[in-house]
């Protein structure tokens, strides 16, 4: 049985045959329209999405398939006390697959340890969010056309954004990366995170000052203040608008940076900002359902 619980779960290579064959789904979609007819998947959602869960649902539904599923913890019976493991065993005889998001880091291995089907973690609290990282890494080898030999500058909250930490872990593999980590100091990556990043030799900056650096970028990963895994309210509001992107902040970029976000926004990318054609963060999203429908015809081993 195969789960996703990390972006390490498939070698390099598979993720090229993943995103070659998510370009083909985007070229072809009718030729995938019916190859998961008569399968469905559960989404078990215990914290708030839009992009993930939603787009976990359209994958299976333009793959024929059906969507079952929960969207908050409040309308599951872990309201009642249901342990995780036992929701999971019971999942397993309704659906195929499952993509699940809860708030405990380490939540997706428990889910995978007692799970009869496939389990992608669609985000365990503060710790992973490997699809969001397949969607990431699919957007900059379809518009850049490869992966590695480039600059990335991740900016905002790099503590408890698991966006950002999947995405550190997937690039390491690749060739001749370097990462410039934009964050104030109480939102600096995880020490784990930088153990990861110097235990495979890659360059890498931390720097507190978005301006100083934007003319060395091939790509900015923005992210939003994660305002739900802080302690108290007071520190958010003190760091929440600590980075703003702005029309003038772009003019300091590379005429080819691409701006990414794994969404959703809330200030730190200002709304002028969308229209410049290096802003590509909704064209990301449009990728998200490309990957997770190639994701799933993997990890259900459906030939197409
Ligand atoms: C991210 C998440 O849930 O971690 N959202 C997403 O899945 N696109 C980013 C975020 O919530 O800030």
């Known amino acids: 049985m195969r789960h996703l619980l990390?972006?390490?779960?498939?070698?390099?290579?598979?993720?090229?045959?993943?995103?070659?064959?998510?370009?083909?789904?985007?070229?072809?979609?009718?030729?995938?329209?019916?190859?998961?007819?008569?399968?469905?998947?559960?989404?078990?959602?215990?914290?708030?999405?839009?992009?993930?869960?939603?787009?976990?649902?359209?994958a299976m539904i333009n793959l024929g398939g059906q969507v079952l599923g929960f969207s908050e913890a409040a309308s599951s019976s872990a309201a009642k006390g249901e342990s995780l493991a036992d929701t999971i065993k019971v999942v397993s005889c309704y659906a195929d697959i499952c993509a699940m998001r809860h708030p405990k880091e380490g939540s997706a291995l428990v889910a995978a340890n007692n799970a009869n089907i496939p389990v992608i973690n669609a985000g365990d609290g503060g710790h992973q969010h490997p699809t969001q990282t397949l969607t990431d890494l699919l957007t900059i080898r379809s518009l850049k056309g490869k992966l590695g030999g480039f600059t990335i500058g991740l900016c905002g909250d790099l503590k408890f954004g698991r966006t950002v930490h999947s995405l550190i872990n997937a690039l390491l593999r690749y060739d001749d990366i370097k990462f410039v980590l934009i964050s104030p100091e109480e939102l600096k990556v995880p020490d784990y995170i930088r153990d990861a990043i110097e235990e495979a030799g890659c360059e890498y900056e931390e720097v507190t000052n978005l301006d100083d650096v934007m003319g060395d970028l091939d790509i900015l990963y923005m992210t939003r203040v994660q305002r739900e895994?802080?302690?108290?309210?007071?520190?958010?509001?003190?760091?929440?608008?600590?980075?703003?992107?702005?029309?003038?902040?772009?003019k300091e970029a590379r005429e080819d940076m691409l701006v990414l976000h794994p969404l959703p926004r809330v200030n730190e990318i200002s709304v002028k900002v969308d229209k410049d054609p290096r802003a590509v963060?909704?064209?990301?999203?449009?990728?998200?359902?490309?990957?997770?429908?190639?994701l799933i015809l993997k990890l259900m081993e459906v030939e197409v």
């Open 229 to 250: 895994r802080f302690f108290n309210e007071e520190d958010y509001i003190r760091l929440k608008d600590s980075f703003i992107l702005t029309k003038d902040k772009m």
């Open 281 to 294: 963060y909704f064209k990301q999203a449009q990728y998200g359902v490309y990957v997770r429908m190639a």
């Open 6 to 58: 990390s972006p390490l779960d498939m070698s390099v290579e598979e993720l090229d045959s993943l995103f070659d064959l998510a370009n083909d789904i985007e070229k072809n979609p009718d030729k995938y329209k019916d190859a998961c007819r008569n399968k469905k998947i559960a989404t078990l959602f215990y914290e708030p999405s839009t992009r993930t869960r939603l787009s976990f649902e359209a």
